[in-house]
């Protein structure tokens, strides 16, 4: 950055719904929140097109009426930076929910910008363009022998082979719902089967529900899933298979009060223990724990995570830092944020649970260390609304370097507010790509493959 950049500082305040905007020299660009019921715009500006210049047009938009509610007269809103590395900004939806600490990425015409949210406010930073690309996306089949399907996994079975798993049936809990597979082989998809059906209880069929592929160091696949009328009263079951998946055991029921990974994957730590991150449902509380195995799978320890907490948090997911000397973990929530707890000592103890930066509209996530260390997360990034399925129209991936700061590094989707895209599944493969799959709209398993141009 050079001394000759100007320096433009925007205030924004709203007083019966009147606003009132005052400007001065910067790069930097700060807005003042609203009402968490309100949105902010920005908008491409003509007149800086014209003069290639960084400008915008301001409005506010209030969620509940869903229309405008007041906007700035062109004299009060042209704005411009000049100078030689200055475009004109594309459309923006800044949600004023969004909480502090998250850096939100946008593309600006050929440039990148992260708003950056501190103090009750968005700082707009240039940042390169970034390094990850999409390099395939594709619905894994046609012709679906089911209604509905919803929560895919995926593992790389050997190199260049991902298996994928998802329950389908009539609609999710329904007596119907098994978990099916498919696999993608020399890049094509086979057509799904079924790799467990709704065992008998009582002479009559249960749904089956969040299947979980892993596997371990010693070469065992496992596919975890739940059986069971609802998810308060699920059980687990597990299948293992020791040829990549081309023949699997026969189906066995976890231990009482073990109920595997609820949604995301375990992880492996260098002493060879399993931690298969985990959580229960009540009408009273949503809680996170950690199911620890240290024999590859034939017995499993408990460890609760933080369970006196206020919090409500399911479906965590685990990063490794420093080498795996600490831990941590990133949980669903209630609370329209994702939720954070660490550890030090290998998952045998946790700390309190936390608010992170990141949105979550009470919606599954799902993240992954890479080899080199970076942190990704992919997530659903808005607050929760009246239907259940409110603000899971958009999907992005987000990176971390300190599990605190997290920059949106990708757009999975960002369509039509009645569509679900949702419940992702994230693994990098040994060539160093990102795999994920997540439900396309209840109808597809969708799946996308990231790769790094550097």
Same mark, same amino acid.
């Given at each position: 950055?050079?001394?000759?950049?100007?320096?433009?500082?925007?205030?924004?305040?709203?007083?019966?719904?009147?606003?009132?905007?005052?400007?001065?020299?910067?790069?930097?660009?700060?807005?003042?929140?609203?009402?968490?019921?309100?949105?902010?715009?920005?908008?491409?500006?003509?007149?800086?097109?014209?003069?290639?210049?960084?400008?915008?047009?301001?409005?506010?938009?209030?969620? +509940?009426?869903?229309?405008?509610?007041?906007?700035?007269?062109?004299?009060?809103?042209?704005?411009?930076?000049?100078?030689?590395?200055?475009?004109?900004?594309?459309?923006?939806?800044?949600?004023?929910? !969004?909480? !502090?600490?998250? +850096?939100?990425?946008?593309?600006?015409?050929?440039?990148?910008?992260?708003?950056?949210?501190?103090?009750?406010?968005?700082?707009?930073?240039?940042? *390169? &363009?970034?390094?990850?690309?999409?390099?395939?996306?594709?619905?894994?089949? &046609?012709?679906? *022998?089911? /209604?509905?399907?919803?929560?895919?996994?995926?593992?790389?079975?050997?190199?260049?082979?991902?298996?994928?798993?998802?329950?389908?049936?009539?609609?999710?809990?329904? /007596?119907?719902?098994?978990? =099916?597979?498919?696999?993608?082989?020399?890049?094509?998809?086979?057509?799904? =089967?079924?790799?467990?059906?709704?065992?008998?209880?009582?002479?009559?069929?249960?749904?089956?529900?969040? *299947?979980?592929?892993?596997?371990?160091?010693?070469? /065992?696949?496992?596919?975890?899933?739940?059986?069971?009328?609802?998810?308060?009263?699920?059980?687990?079951?597990?299948?293992?298979? +020791?040829?990549?998946?081309?023949?699997?055991?026969?189906?066995?029921?976890?231990?009482?009060?073990?109920?595997?990974?609820?949604?995301? &994957?375990?992880?492996?730590?260098?002493? $060879?223990?399993?931690?298969?991150?985990?959580?229960?449902? #009540?009408?009273?509380?949503?809680?996170?724990?950690?199911?620890?195995?240290?024999?590859?799978?034939?017995?499993?320890?408990?460890?609760?995570?933080?369970?006196?907490?206020?919090?409500?948090?399911?479906?965590?997911?685990?990063?490794?830092?420093?080498?795996?000397?600490?831990?941590?973990? @990133?949980?669903?929530?209630?609370?329209?944020?994702?939720?954070?707890?660490?550890?030090?000592?290998?998952?045998?103890?946790?700390?309190?649970?936390?608010? #992170?930066?990141?949105?979550?509209?009470?919606?599954?996530?799902?993240?992954? #260390?890479?080899?080199? $260390?970076?942190?990704?997360?992919?997530?659903?990034?808005?607050?929760?609304?009246?239907?259940?399925?409110? $603000?899971?129209?958009? @999907?992005?991936?987000? !990176?971390?370097?300190?599990?605190?700061?997290?920059?949106?590094?990708?757009? @999975?989707?960002? $369509?039509?507010?009645?569509?679900?895209?949702?419940?992702?599944?994230?693994?990098?493969?040994?060539?160093?790509?990102?795999?994920?799959?997540?439900?396309?709209?209840? /109808?597809?398993?969708?799946?996308?493959?990231?790769?790094?141009?550097?």
């Amino acid at each position: 950055m050079t001394s000759q950049k100007a320096f433009f500082l925007l205030i924004v305040s709203i007083i019966s719904l009147n606003i009132r905007v005052y400007g001065q020299g910067n790069e930097q660009k700060k807005f003042a929140f609203y009402d968490s019921k309100d949105t902010v715009v920005l908008q491409k500006n003509e007149y800086a097109i014209k003069h290639n210049a960084f400008g915008f047009n301001l409005t506010v938009i209030n969620k +509940d009426k869903q229309k405008k509610i007041s906007a700035l007269d062109k004299p009060n809103i042209n704005f411009t930076v000049k100078g030689a590395e200055a475009t004109a900004v594309g459309l923006f939806v800044l949600s004023a929910a !969004m909480p !502090m600490g998250h +850096d939100y990425f946008f593309p600006l015409n050929g440039n990148n910008g992260v708003f950056f949210i501190k103090s009750n406010s968005i700082e707009f930073t240039r940042i *390169p &363009k970034p390094d990850w690309k999409k390099e395939r996306e594709e619905l894994i089949f &046609k012709d679906a *022998p089911f /209604k509905q399907c919803h929560a895919s996994t995926l593992v790389e079975t050997t190199p260049g082979v991902i298996m994928v798993a998802w329950f389908g049936g009539s609609y999710e809990g329904s /007596k119907d719902v098994k978990i =099916w597979m498919s696999r993608l082989e020399k890049g094509k998809w086979l057509a799904p =089967w079924v790799a467990a059906e709704g065992e008998m209880k009582d002479t009559v069929a249960v749904p089956l529900w969040n *299947p979980v592929l892993f596997k371990s160091n010693s070469g /065992k696949l496992f596919l975890f899933y739940k059986a069971g009328p609802n998810p308060r009263e699920w059980w687990g079951m597990m299948k293992t298979s +020791d040829d990549n998946g081309r023949s699997w055991s026969a189906t066995s029921r976890l231990p009482d009060g073990i109920l595997g990974p609820i949604k995301n &994957k375990p992880v492996q730590l260098k002493d $060879g223990s399993i931690l298969s991150p985990s959580s229960t449902e #009540t009408n009273e509380k949503w809680q996170a724990h950690i199911e620890r195995s240290t024999d590859d799978g034939t017995n499993w320890e408990l460890i609760p995570v933080d369970h006196g907490s206020a919090l409500d948090v399911i479906q965590p997911s685990i990063l490794f830092y420093e080498g795996g000397k600490r831990l941590q973990m @990133l949980c669903r929530s209630k609370q329209r944020t994702v939720v954070e707890s660490w550890s030090a000592d290998n998952g045998k103890s946790w700390s309190a649970l936390s608010k #992170t930066s990141l949105l979550n509209p009470n919606s599954g996530t799902d993240a992954l #260390t890479l080899k080199n $260390g970076t942190q990704l997360i992919v997530y659903n990034p808005d607050v929760p609304g009246k239907d259940w399925f409110n $603000g899971r129209f958009k @999907l992005n991936v987000a !990176m971390s370097r300190d599990g605190k700061t997290w920059t949106d590094i990708a757009i @999975l989707e960002n $369509g039509d507010a009645k569509k679900e895209y949702s419940y992702p599944a994230i693994i990098q493969t040994k060539d160093g790509k990102v795999h994920i799959t997540y439900t396309f709209d209840r /109808k597809n398993i969708k799946h996308v493959v990231l790769s790094n141009t550097k």
